[in-house]
C-alpha cells in the first residue's frame, strides 16, 4: 500500500524543488483520470475531496475508491487529503475513513461562510493539529480569507466562502501573523490568500501583480522558509476549456485563471501544493457538451463519459509535467502513519515554536 502523508510528500517535493498539484475528486471517473495522468507521468499523487464532494459519493463510496486507487496503482505514492475540513469533528470522521491529510480552514467559522477571528483560527487549527499528528496524519491550515483583488468581494461557491465585501488586508495573508500562525499551530501546510477565488470568475482580465499578489507568496516564503504553502483557486480556467464550453450550447462569460507561468513562479517560493478542481470539471463538462451535440441520438453514458476522462488526464498530464512532479514518484518511499506519528513526537517534524 503506497499511501503517503501530506508532510512527507511536500517534504520531497520542497527538497526537489517541485510542486504538486492537489486535484479534486468528484465522481469515479475524475478519480480515474487523474490516476491514469500520474501513471504516466510517473507521479505522486495528491487527492482531495471537499465536504460537499464527500456528501455527493457518500463516505463509504469515497473510502473505497480511494482505497481501489491505492490497490490498481500500488507503485504510485498517494496522498489522501481533506479538501477546506470546517471543524474538529469533519477532520476526525476523515481521519477515521482513511486520510492521511486533512485541512482545517479556520479561516472562516465552522459555516464555512463567516470570516473568523484570528484566535478562533490559532485554537481551532492547533486542535486539530494535535489530534492529527498523533496519528501520523498531516494538516493543512488556511490563514486570510479567499477573495477577488479586483472587487473586493469574498468568494462564495457551492456554498462555501464568506459572501461579501472585504478589506484589501482581509484578502491578502500576513507574512508575520503567518509565521505566528505556524509557530502556534505547528500545521505541515499553510494555505495563503494571495488573490486567487474558487471556481472560473477569478478575474476580469490576465491577471497582473495588482490583483494575483504573487510578492505576497515571496514575502511569507522569505520569513518561513521551510513551511509549505499551498494555492487554493489555482485552476487556469483555460481558454480552450471556456471555448469548448461556448461552442457547444455554454455560456460562460469571458474570464481569467491563474497563469501557470505564476504558479511556476509560486513553486520557486515555496508554494508546494496547488489546488485544481474547476479545470477538471470545465474539461469533463465541455467533453460532455460536445459529445452529447454531435451525437444526439446517443444515451450511451460510458460513451458520453469517455471524452471527458481522455481531456482530464491530458490536463493532469500537463500539471504533473510543468509543477515537476512527473519522474518522482518512485523516488519516493512512503512511511506508514505510525512512523510519522513517532517523528512527530520525536520532535523530527516539529513546524511549531518550541
Ligand atoms: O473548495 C473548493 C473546491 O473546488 C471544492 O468545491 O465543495 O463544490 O466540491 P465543492
Ligand atoms: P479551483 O476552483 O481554482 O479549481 O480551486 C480549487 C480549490 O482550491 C479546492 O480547494
Ligand atoms: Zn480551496
Same mark, same amino acid.
Given at each position: 500500500? $503506497?499511501?503517503?502523508?501530506?508532510?512527507?510528500?511536500?517534504?520531497? $517535493? *520542497?527538497?526537489?524543488?517541485? %510542486? #504538486?498539484?492537489?486535484?479534486?475528486?468528484?465522481?469515479?471517473?475524475?478519480?480515474?483520470?487523474?490516476?491514469?495522468?500520474?501513471?504516466?507521468?510517473?507521479?505522486?499523487?495528491?487527492?482531495?475531496?471537499?465536504?460537499? +464532494?464527500?456528501? !455527493?459519493?457518500?463516505?463509504?463510496?469515497?473510502?473505497?475508491?480511494?482505497?481501489? =486507487?491505492?490497490?490498481? !496503482?500500488?507503485?504510485?505514492?498517494?496522498?489522501?487529503?481533506?479538501?477546506?475540513?470546517?471543524?474538529?469533528?469533519?477532520?476526525?470522521?476523515?481521519?477515521?475513513?482513511?486520510?492521511?491529510?486533512?485541512?482545517?480552514?479556520?479561516?472562516?467559522?465552522?459555516?464555512?461562510?463567516?470570516?473568523?477571528?484570528?484566535?478562533?483560527?490559532?485554537?481551532?487549527?492547533?486542535?486539530?493539529?494535535?489530534?492529527?499528528?498523533?496519528?501520523?496524519?498531516?494538516?493543512? &491550515?488556511?490563514? *486570510?480569507?479567499?477573495?477577488?483583488?479586483?472587487? %473586493?468581494?469574498?468568494?462564495?461557491?457551492?456554498?462555501? &466562502?464568506?459572501?461579501?465585501?472585504?478589506?484589501?488586508?482581509?484578502?491578502?495573508?500576513?507574512?508575520?501573523?503567518?509565521?505566528?500562525?505556524?509557530?502556534?499551530? &505547528?500545521?505541515?501546510?499553510? =494555505?495563503?490568500?494571495?488573490?486567487?477565488?474558487?471556481? +472560473? !470568475?477569478?478575474?476580469?482580465?490576465?491577471?497582473?501583480?495588482?490583483?494575483?499578489?504573487?510578492?505576497?507568496?515571496?514575502?511569507?516564503?522569505?520569513?518561513?522558509?521551510?513551511?509549505?504553502?499551498?494555492?487554493?483557486?489555482?485552476?487556469?480556467?483555460?481558454?480552450?476549456?471556456?471555448?469548448?464550453?461556448? =461552442?457547444?450550447?455554454?455560456? #460562460?462569460?469571458?474570464?481569467?485563471?491563474?497563469?501557470?507561468?505564476?504558479?511556476?513562479?509560486?513553486?520557486?517560493?515555496?508554494?508546494?501544493?496547488?489546488?485544481?478542481?474547476?479545470?477538471?470539471?470545465?474539461?469533463?463538462?465541455?467533453?460532455?457538451?460536445?459529445?452529447?451535440?454531435?451525437?444526439?441520438?446517443?444515451?450511451?453514458?460510458?460513451?458520453?463519459?469517455?471524452?471527458?476522462? /481522455?481531456?482530464?488526464?491530458?490536463?493532469?498530464?500537463?500539471?504533473?509535467?510543468?509543477?515537476?512532479? +512527473? &519522474?518522482?514518484?518512485?523516488?519516493?518511499?512512503?512511511?506508514?502513519?505510525?512512523?510519522?506519528?513517532?517523528?512527530?513526537?520525536? %520532535?523530527?517534524?516539529?513546524? /511549531?515554536?518550541?
Amino acid at each position: 500500500m $503506497a499511501l503517503i502523508t501530506l508532510r512527507q510528500l511536500l517534504d520531497h $517535493a *520542497g527538497e526537489h524543488g517541485y %510542486g #504538486m498539484p492537489a486535484f479534486n475528486i468528484t465522481n469515479l471517473e475524475t478519480l480515474q483520470s487523474v490516476m491514469e495522468a500520474a501513471d504516466k507521468t510517473n507521479s505522486p499523487v495528491l487527492l482531495q475531496a471537499s465536504r460537499t +464532494a464527500r456528501i !455527493y459519493m457518500d463516505d463509504i463510496f469515497l473510502k473505497h475508491m480511494f482505497m481501489a =486507487a491505492v490497490e490498481r !496503482y500500488p507503485h504510485l505514492p498517494i496522498c489522501l487529503h481533506l479538501d477546506h475540513g470546517n471543524e474538529l469533528g469533519t477532520c476526525m470522521s476523515a481521519m477515521e475513513m482513511g486520510f492521511s491529510s486533512v485541512m482545517m480552514d479556520g479561516s472562516l467559522e465552522a459555516d464555512a461562510k463567516t470570516p473568523s477571528e484570528y484566535d478562533y483560527n490559532v485554537s481551532e487549527t492547533a486542535s486539530v493539529v494535535e489530534v492529527a499528528h498523533a496519528r501520523g496524519i498531516s494538516v493543512e &491550515g488556511e490563514l *486570510g480569507v479567499l477573495g477577488s483583488l479586483e472587487t %473586493g468581494m469574498g468568494e462564495k461557491e457551492d456554498g462555501h &466562502g464568506f459572501d461579501g465585501m472585504l478589506e484589501r488586508n482581509k484578502l491578502l495573508t500576513d507574512p508575520t501573523e503567518a509565521m505566528d500562525f505556524v509557530a502556534q499551530t &505547528g500545521v505541515d501546510a499553510l =494555505a495563503v490568500a494571495c488573490g486567487t477565488s474558487h471556481g +472560473a !470568475y477569478k478575474f476580469s482580465r490576465r491577471p497582473n501583480g495588482d490583483i494575483l499578489a504573487m510578492d505576497v507568496i515571496e514575502k511569507i516564503h522569505a520569513k518561513l522558509p521551510d513551511t509549505h504553502l499551498v494555492m487554493h483557486g489555482a485552476s487556469g480556467v483555460p481558454q480552450y476549456l471556456q471555448d469548448l464550453i461556448n =461552442a457547444h450550447g455554454g455560456d #460562460m462569460p469571458q474570464t481569467f485563471g491563474v497563469p501557470l507561468e505564476e504558479i511556476e513562479r509560486g513553486i520557486k517560493s515555496g508554494v508546494r501544493k496547488i489546488n485544481i478542481d474547476t479545470d477538471i470539471r470545465m474539461a469533463m463538462s465541455g467533453s460532455m457538451r460536445e459529445f452529447l451535440q454531435e451525437n444526439r441520438s446517443s444515451f450511451d453514458i460510458r460513451a458520453i463519459l469517455k471524452p471527458g476522462r /481522455k481531456r482530464v488526464v491530458d490536463l493532469c498530464i500537463e500539471r504533473n509535467e510543468r509543477f515537476g512532479c +512527473a &519522474g518522482q514518484a518512485e523516488k519516493i518511499k512512503p512511511l506508514s502513519l505510525t512512523q510519522m506519528a513517532e517523528r512527530y513526537t520525536a %520532535g523530527i517534524l516539529r513546524t /511549531k515554536a518550541a
